[in-house]
């Protein structure tokens, strides 16, 4: 079945350095692949989307580009602030899965001022 | 998340109680998908509807959990005789099902059951 592993956290980073979460995945066919982010006792956002190879989703400085030869949609921020802190959860859906979302286990970061 | 509502936001029960969770989804999205997230740990899909009609349960736990998305009003996600493993955050995510794929997530609702 379809499955998403991302790099464990907490990622504890300081204000300003550059932020790369890891996220690879296992599905049938084309999946479309997404980034959410939850902030403390909230829902999830969606933070951004591929649809298809070589696309690169990008929202509020966050990137993430969909390799489909390494089966991976890594997240990167150039440049984070303390309010980036959040857990951020990497997720594909896919028409052989009626667009059910399968997700990561999510990635906790911290930037510290 | 902006335009999905849950009710309640937060919901105690005692072991052996009911909880009914309830879920509007944006304007517009007729469908609707209901996620577990259980305490430091990622998000479960459970079940996907559309109006009147359950299309994927897979995720559903055999007994004491059912789902409903009816023709008017929210859908509600049942959950009886409750026990502490119930104890979770409950998410409703909706769509266009337009071919749009894109889910849209509400606050969630966190159970406790004591």
């Known amino acids: 079945g379809d499955s998403v592993t991302q790099m464990e956290g907490p990622v504890t980073l300081s204000e300003e350095a550059f932020l790369t979460i890891n996220c690879t995945y296992t599905?049938?066919?084309?999946?479309?692949l997404f980034w959410y982010v939850q902030y403390p006792g909230e829902g999830l956002q969606l933070l951004l989307k591929?649809?298809?190879?070589?696309d690169k989703g990008s929202n509020k400085g966050f990137e993430a580009t969909y390799r489909k030869e390494t089966t991976s949609f890594h997240l990167e921020k150039g440049s984070v602030q303390v309010s980036d802190s959040a857990v951020y959860f990497c997720?594909?859906?896919?028409?052989?899965?009626?667009?059910?979302?399968?997700f990561g286990g999510g990635t906790r970061v911290l930037v510290k001022p | 998340n902006a335009g999905v509502m849950q009710n309640p936001r937060h919901l105690v029960r005692r072991r052996g109680q009911e909880a009914r969770l309830r879920c509007s989804p944006m304007?517009?999205?007729?469908?609707v998908y209901w996620y577990r997230q259980l305490p430091e740990e990622g998000l479960k899909f459970m079940v996907y509807?559309?109006?009147?009609?359950?299309?994927?349960e897979s995720g559903m736990p055999k007994e004491r959990f059912s789902a409903e998305f009816p023709k008017e009003g929210p859908s509600i996600l049942r959950i009886q005789q409750v026990v502490r493993g119930d104890s979770a955050a409950y998410f409703c995510?909706?769509?266009?099902?337009?071919?749009?794929?894109?889910?849209?997530f509400g606050p969630g609702t966190r159970l406790l059951v004591l």
């Open positions: 509807l559309q109006k009147e009609n359950i299309i994927d």
């Open positions: 599905a049938t066919g084309y999946p479309s």
């Open positions: 304007k517009g999205h007729s469908h």
């Open positions: 591929a649809t298809k190879a070589d």
């Open positions: 997720a594909l859906s896919g028409k052989a899965a009626g667009n059910k979302l399968t």
């Open positions: 995510a909706s769509s266009p099902g337009t071919g749009e794929e894109t889910q849209y």
